[in-house]
């Protein structure tokens, strides 16, 4: 059985481990002190291309989204997200657990824009309610399509005009700007959004996330709130040995274009087999739609979530590459799809 079912399956890249392995015994400042987490901060900053920003690292996403937004946000103040927004729908209401109420928007492609956040503003007009705030995205979205550098700059724009922060999830960061359909660069969030992550975990890590706040007003005293959310590990010198062994000489990026190449290998084979897709992805997250019967058959060779029944007779499934996804097992999977269409046709 092979797993298609994420992107973070696998341990870590050989060369994270050696790191790891080869600073093992060094005694270390704790709680992200130490020299390693300075290094891999001030790397960062560089390749933002901003030295007035601050970065502090996190062990997972759930935990950053928490910490970050709490923090950020007044306790009558709310978040307003796309209906697929991982906080929505995949992180147990954390956000909401402490006290913040997130406005769903319903959009068809993942993406939020003005006009969706004009309508939530329209809507929650006074003290009687709600007051939004934050704008939260992800990129790229949880459904695999990207925000192009005009989208953002609309986004950010709006955002500022309306006194609202704007948020971006990157835990698959480095697929989307690796992406053949992107136009960003990391320097662009670093103007655009008040504050966002790059996430490791989903590219290679063992884990690891840099939350990066752009916005002054927002940065005063986050540690407290880190310590008091559990994000402060005393053993913090992990995270910044990853973060400088992936971006002191491209590994990050290198990375998320092996799986985004993968995926695409995956892509152009199901679209010559004859099927279609729920979504357009440009990353390493595709959503096939294939009949029922040809999924029951796949799945016992293969592992990966049925994401949503289209109609009676079939389902769109996720199928997600990573950093060390083999072309072999790709063909593989492609060979078997086109043997079992054969086989029923």
Not at 245 to 268: C, H, I, P, R, W
Not at 311 to 321: C, M, N
Request: proline share 3%; glycine share 6%.
């Amino acid at each position: 059985m092979y797993s298609f079912k994420n992107d973070y399956s696998e341990g870590a890249h050989p060369r994270i481990l050696q790191a790891l392995s080869n600073t093992n015994l060094e005694q270390n400042e704790g709680y992200g002190q130490d020299h390693y987490t300075k290094a891999a901060i001030k790397l960062l900053k560089q390749k933002i291309g901003r030295y007035d920003i601050d970065i502090h690292l996190f062990s997972g996403g759930t935990q950053t989204n928490l910490t970050a937004l709490s923090a950020f946000l007044r306790p009558h103040e709310a978040i307003i997200a796309p209906n697929t927004g991982h906080i929505l729908v995949h992180e147990t209401g954390a956000i909401e657990a402490t006290g913040h109420k997130i406005i769903s928007i319903e959009v068809a492609d993942g993406k939020i824009n003005p006009l969706h956040i004009k309508a939530a503003l329209v809507t929650h007009s006074d003290e009687h309610m709600v007051k939004p705030k934050l704008v939260y995205i992800s990129n790229p979205t949880e459904i695999g399509s990207i925000y192009t550098k005009d989208e953002l700059e609309q986004l950010s724009r709006f955002c500022q005009t309306a006194n609202l922060y704007l948020y971006i999830d990157g835990a698959r960061l480095g697929s989307a700007l690796c992406s053949v359909e992107n136009d960003l660069q990391l320097s662009d969030l670093g103007i655009l959004a008040d504050a966002f992550y790059i996430g490791a975990t989903k590219n290679g890590a063992l884990l690891g996330e840099a939350l990066v706040i752009c916005r002054d007003s927002l940065k005063e005293d986050f540690r407290f709130h880190m310590k008091q959310k559990g994000a402060l590990l005393a053993k913090g010198s992990i995270l910044g040995i990853q973060f400088l062994e992936l971006f002191q000489d491209g590994l990050y990026f290198e990375l998320a274009k092996q799986a985004n190449t993968m995926a695409s290998v995956l892509k152009n084979g199901i679209s010559t087999a004859g099927y279609t897709f729920l979504t357009p992805s440009s990353t390493n997250q595709l959503f096939p739609v294939l009949p029922n019967w040809l999924i029951k058959r796949l799945q016992e060779k293969y592992v990966f979530y049925v994401w949503e029944n289209v109609d009676a007779e079939h389902s769109a499934i996720r199928l997600v590459t990573s950093w060390a996804t083999r072309e072999e097992i790709v063909l593989a999977f492609l060979k078997d799809l086109k043997l079992c269409h054969r086989l029923k046709s």
